[in-house]
């Protein structure tokens, strides 16, 4: 069987992968020397450069060894906030970031080859991805240890990927080379120093994110064992993993589909943990030739998945008053997770109030479900909003069975938001949202405005997805 034949080959890795990582960060927590136009030169110095493949900086658990290691910049001997405005103060020269990252892999791959194997057949969402997290990685220059938190755990991801701290030299080397091309005439060096410490800095907290990590999987196998077409272009998916998959309701996890390989998309797991180590996934066809399509369209029961480790911490698990989950399309999946594990596990006397908003009545594709277990449940309330009623707003009740009636309100379009607000008073609650980045910013802001404090209200981050 495929996973146990790779365990032995796996504890190898796991061997190598953290000999590199040792002698990476010690190489990379030495005093820095003076500026010496490193990449270019081929002479991978002192570690190396960020983000090679997916996954954005996301709330994800606080497993985050990183901020250990990586929260001192370039080893304390030089400040991320001076960097930060060398950069932003040249930045015109190096952006815009599409033109600098294509470049940038096209250096890489034509100097190293075999390297192209370890990316996805389209790299139209890494480049996007890595255009973002450029963004990301200036934005927060001035606060390292933040910077290392998030770096932490994208290293910790990133060891589905197979990445390498030798990787890492290339990505380096290939950066300088864009950074180069991009400035011309007017490249110097306390620039592209800037951008090697920014980038070292970021292997840093990457590697010490990918050590504390080395006693888990890099990813876990799957098998598909149940796939269910709600909707034309909706499917849930069961998948039975055959390590314990560690999740908490209300994460997210990676998936890879294998007509897809290294191309690694976010879905949240859509029921609680359990025992037979079965999860759930909510999908819907985003665009052709994706992994939504490829998960939708072309899996069948017996399918093999990768999952990459859980991320996300949608729901705090030391705040236990009533909630307030509001969920807009197959944002339902983290919410449903909360609801099951509520279900085993809830603090005495805490009510949950779940708005399920969707685009039509027929849309509401997990409703039997979610009102078989509201009608067990008399803490739960179910309030399903449907944009086509022609009423307008919720479209029935607590586990009314199929959605029907309503509760007036606005004339057609999207009523989630409007619903929630119009409910009642929130002020004391927890809230935690998910969907559409539209609706999350609608239902957050209205919230906000009728007296939630910001704090109290929950989502995944939009970047991560
Ligand atoms: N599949 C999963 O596991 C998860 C998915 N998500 C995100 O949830 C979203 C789900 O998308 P769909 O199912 O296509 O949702 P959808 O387009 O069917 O919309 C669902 C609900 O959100 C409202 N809505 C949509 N866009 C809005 C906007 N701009 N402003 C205000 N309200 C809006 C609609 O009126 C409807 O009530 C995706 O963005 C996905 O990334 C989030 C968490 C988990």
Redesign the pocket.
């Known amino acids: 069987m495929e996973i146990s034949s790779s365990a032995a080959s796996t504890e190898y890795d796991r061997l190598i992968a953290r000999h590199h990582a040792m002698r990476l960060r010690r190489q990379i927590l030495a005093p820095a020397p003076a500026f010496q136009a490193p990449a270019v030169r081929g002479a991978a110095v002192r570690g190396s450069a960020v983000p090679g493949a997916a996954s954005g900086p996301g709330g994800v658990p606080s497993d985050g060894g990183a901020s250990r290691g990586g929260a001192l910049y370039d080893g304390a001997s030089c400040d991320g906030a001076a960097d930060q405005r060398l950069i932003l103060s040249t930045l015109g020269l190096v952006t815009p970031f599409a033109d600098l990252i294509d470049h940038l892999y096209r250096f890489m791959f034509l100097r190293r080859p075999y390297l192209r194997s370890l990316f996805p057949a389209s790299m139209e969402f890494q480049q996007a991805h890595l255009e973002r997290m450029f963004t990301y990685l200036v934005e927060h220059l001035d606060r390292p240890a933040e910077l290392a938190d998030t770096l932490g755990r994208l290293g910790r991801d990133h060891r589905k990927l197979g990445v390498r701290p030798v990787h890492y030299e290339a990505f380096e080397e290939a950066l300088c080379a864009a950074i180069r091309h991009r400035a011309g005439s007017q490249w110097n060096e306390e620039l592209e120093a800037a951008w090697v410490r920014m980038l070292r800095f970021s292997v840093g907290a990457m590697v010490a994110g990918a050590e504390s990590a080395l006693t888990e999987p890099p990813y876990w196998h799957a098998v598909v064992v149940g796939h269910d077409r709600r909707r034309p272009d909706?499917a849930v998916l069961r998948v039975r993993t055959g390590e314990p998959y560690p999740y908490r309701a209300g994460q997210?996890g990676t998936v890879e589909h294998p007509l897809l390989p290294h191309t690694w998309r976010?879905?949240?797991?859509?029921c609680a943990p359990r025992a037979d180590n079965e999860v759930e996934?909510?999908?819907?066809r985003?665009g052709p030739g994706g992994v939504s399509e490829a998960l939708v369209e072309r899996t069948a029961v017996g399918d093999r998945l990768r999952l990459g480790p859980p991320r996300g911490s949608l729901m705090p698990a030391d705040d236990t008053r009533d909630l307030l989950l509001v969920a807009?399309?197959?944002?339902?999946?983290?919410m449903k997770a909360i609801v099951e594990e509520l279900a085993e596990h809830r603090p005495r006397g805490r009510r949950v109030h779940l708005f399920v908003?969707?685009?039509d009545r027929a849309?509401l594709y997990d409703w039997p479900a979610l009102s078989e277990l509201g009608g067990r449940k008399p803490w739960l309330e179910l309030i399903p909003?449907?944009?086509d009623d022609p009423a307008g707003g919720a479209a029935g009740g607590a586990a009314g069975g199929a959605a029907g009636g309503s509760a007036g309100g606005a004339a057609g379009?999207?009523?989630?938001?409007e619903a929630v607000g119009r409910r009642g008073d929130w002020s004391d609650h927890l809230a935690c949202v998910?969907?559409?980045?539209?609706?999350v910013?609608?239902?957050r802001t209205r919230l906000v405005a009728a007296g939630l404090p910001p704090a109290r209200v929950h989502h995944?981050p939009v970047l991560g997805?």
Request: aromatic fraction near 8%; avoid cysteine; hydrophobic fraction near 35%.
């Open positions: 909706v997210y976010q879905y949240s797991m859509g996934f909510h999908v819907r985003t807009g399309g197959t944002g339902l999946a983290p908003g969707a685009r849309d909003v449907a944009d379009g999207r009523r989630l938001a998910s969907g559409p980045a539209g609706m910013d609608e239902v995944d997805r």
